[in-house]
């Protein structure tokens, strides 16, 4: 078989050998530094693995984040593995790599608590330096049942059960722990040296509430102490940047037991809100987008149509009007289509670009709420590209500048990802590879890395899901640049071509901010709260240094500002200007502005910048210029 390299090298080697000796084949230098393989574009693999059909193989080593999913999956057999040591009875049931560490889901008479970490954690760190190799065996869906019945492991039958019949199964063994899986793993145990539990949780097995309930241990693993040390400093500065306590703080939004996932905005959100979406419909209003706004709620054979009552019914609420079924929308698009097909179109007319701010519904269990992040109703800004085939590429490069020059202006650096074809889809495999295809192309005809996203698409198309990395370099899932070929065909949606035929459009479904509920969370996570000008509720706060001798004059100074369209306040309290300053800066409002008799005599002001701890004096007008110059340019 031939293996390919990344530099378009071309090695011959005997079927069945390993990604290790392929490896070695480079150096045994190299084969040490890896700790697995990309293989074919897109499957990750570990080294012990072997190959049986000629391939592309990228390797890759500890330092790039492919190799966090091999190290974090390999940290979870080994959590289990000690935790069946110590708890002999536990029930398994799936132990996955996550964005931030891994977990395992498990059945045991013992109820896990945080004073048992340590000792987990103990045990763990005592497996691994015992230098056990993750060993892969093939296996027959049969053995494998046989295997998982004897052993009374319920869950993992039950997991055999329901593949298909003509799936391939796996095993790994470390030390005494054997699983059912499909890799991929580090080589050996020897490499995770500093372990971390985090925290336990219930979790529905299989997601489902009527099932059993199981516990869930997270935790994260690292070659290094330091790494460790370090990841557990971000987790501490995270918890003083999080958005639900800054947000009440701030007076920014709450939630309320009457509406559980129904988040309210408060002034100060709302004021933060409008500015997203203004600055947002500025963009695309240069970009040829025109705003549309679609009923929330549509007769329910729509949504038989578009393919959500077969794929998403469960995420939708549903109501009753005139004896009538219908939905209440969880996604956009279907409203969009609708105003596509209300009059007829000439290949003259694409693209046309359809944008809308949409307010939509999408049921989450209670258990999965998440202050802003994970909520139950949420303002999408999503858009709708109809357009030729021909046009796909430029249309997506159209997107992908425009969240480039949108997501900088917040100082976000981002990573992409292609989200291929899930087990769960619509449509022909052969449609689903040209749009991957197109999508794929795309991302390197722009030069921009990107990683595949395996059987992660929407259940109508591939996409590409944009990961921003905030202010602490944590990854954050907003933009989607989604390809269908479906919803045109289901809705029999055409134009006229220059032959005067009927043809198809192809659909782009895009989202920039993802939803602004989410956007918003992470901003003041990205911020710690701390929003440049453009964006603060409260730019400025003027604090008279006498109420009685400067606060008339300052309520003047304060007008003008406001009659600018500045957001300015003025602190009339009866407390110390001390105390004024503390509680404007415990606000995070950008500015504090002093005046007294040497200001006012010379028409200046003294400015003290959040989080900042000296004045400057600066001559009023010039500091008001400057407020409506950086406001204006959102600097």
């Keep these: 078989m031939k293996i390919t390299f990344p530099d378009n090298r071309q090695v011959e080697f005997e079927k069945g050998t390993s990604l290790l000796d392929i490896a070695k084949s480079i150096s045994e230098g190299f084969a040490r530094s890896v700790e697995g393989a990309q293989v074919n574009g897109h499957k990750l693999m570990g080294l012990q693995e072997v190959l049986n059909e000629d391939s592309s193989v990228d390797f890759f080593k500890y330092d790039d984040d492919r190799a966090k999913q091999l190290f974090w999956h390999t940290s979870a057999h080994l959590m289990a593995a000690a935790i069946q040591k110590l708890y002999p009875g536990t029930k398994f049931a799936i132990g996955p790599a996550i964005e931030q560490g891994f977990y395992y889901d498990i059945e045991s008479e013992h109820h896990f608590v945080p004073e048992d970490f340590e000792e987990i954690e103990k045990e763990m760190l005592e497996i691994a330096r015992q230098k056990h190799d993750l060993e892969r065996e093939d296996i027959t869906r049969e053995d494998a049942l046989k295997y998982f019945e004897d052993r009374g492991d319920i869950y993992k039958v039950e997991l055999i059960n329901d593949l298909p019949e003509n799936e391939s199964l796996s095993l790994y063994k470390l030390g005494d722990f054997i699983d059912l899986c499909k890799g991929p793993h580090i080589t050996n145990t020897k490499e995770i040296k500093a372990v971390k539990i985090l925290s336990t949780a219930g979790a529905y097995w299989r997601g489902d509430s009527n099932r059993q309930m199981l516990q869930r241990l997270y935790g994260i693993s690292f070659k290094k102490q330091s790494e460790l040390d370090d990841y557990l400093n971000m987790l501490e500065e995270a918890k003083k940047r999080d958005h639900r306590m800054l947000g009440k703080q701030m007076k920014l939004f709450m939630l309320a037991d009457e509406g559980p996932g129904f988040p309210f905005y408060l002034p100060n959100g709302m004021i933060v809100k409008r500015n997203l979406e203004k600055f947002l419909l500025e963009k695309i209003r240069i970009a040829g987008y025109g705003e549309i706004s679609t009923p929330m709620i549509l007769n329910e054979a729509l949504w038989h149509t578009s393919g959500h009552w077969d794929h998403y019914q469960e995420n939708m609420y549903f109501t009753k009007i005139d004896d009538e079924d219908y939905a209440v929308k969880p996604m956009n698009c279907p409203g969009s289509i609708l105003v596509y097909k209300s009059e007829p179109h000439s290949y003259r007319d694409l693209p046309i670009r359809l944008s809308e701010l949409g307010l939509v519904h999408r049921h989450e269990l209670s258990g999965a709420l998440h202050g802003l992040f994970r909520v139950r109703a949420f303002t999408q800004d999503d858009a709708h590209i109809f357009c030729l085939e021909s046009q796909v590429k430029d249309e997506i490069k159209g997107i992908m500048n425009l969240a480039q020059e949108i997501y900088s202006k917040f100082g976000f650096e981002y990573k992409v990802f292609i989200s291929t074809r899930p087990e769960d889809f619509m449509g022909s495999p052969e449609l689903w590879d040209r749009a991957e295809k197109n999508l794929i192309e795309v991302v390197e005809e722009l030069g921009i890395d990107y990683t595949i996203n395996e059987a992660d698409g929407a259940f109508y198309g591939p996409k590409i899901d944009i990961q921003l990395l905030d202010s602490l370099r944590r990854p954050w899932q907003c933009g989607t640049i989604q390809l269908d070929f479906q919803m045109p065909q289901r809705f029999d949606m055409h134009y006229i071509d220059e032959f005067n035929e009927k043809k198809q459009p192809v659909m782009i479904h895009r989202a920039i901010y993802g939803s602004l509920e989410r956007f918003l969370g992470i901003l003041i996570e990205h911020y710690a709260g701390n929003f440049p000008l453009w964006l603060a509720p409260v730019q400025a706060t003027f604090i008279p240094v006498s109420l009685e001798h400067h606060g008339d004059k300052v309520k003047e100074i304060k007008q003008k500002f406001f009659d600018a369209g500045l957001r300015v306040e003025i602190d009339d309290r009866?407390?110390?200007?001390?105390?004024?300053?503390?509680?404007?800066?415990?606000?995070?409002?950008?500015?504090?502005?002093?005046?007294?008799?040497?200001?006012?005599?010379?028409?200046?002001?003294?400015?003290?910048?959040?989080?900042?701890?000296?004045?400057?004096?600066?001559?009023?007008?010039?500091?008001?210029?400057?407020?409506?110059?950086?406001?204006?340019e959102r600097n």
């Design 574 to 632: 009866n407390e110390s200007m001390g105390k004024k300053i503390r509680d404007s800066q415990t606000s995070k409002i950008p500015y504090q502005l002093v005046i007294g008799d040497n200001e006012l005599a010379n028409n200046t002001v003294s400015v003290r910048k959040y989080s900042e701890s000296k004045s400057i004096d600066i001559d009023l007008d010039e500091f008001f210029n400057q407020m409506l110059t950086d406001v204006e």
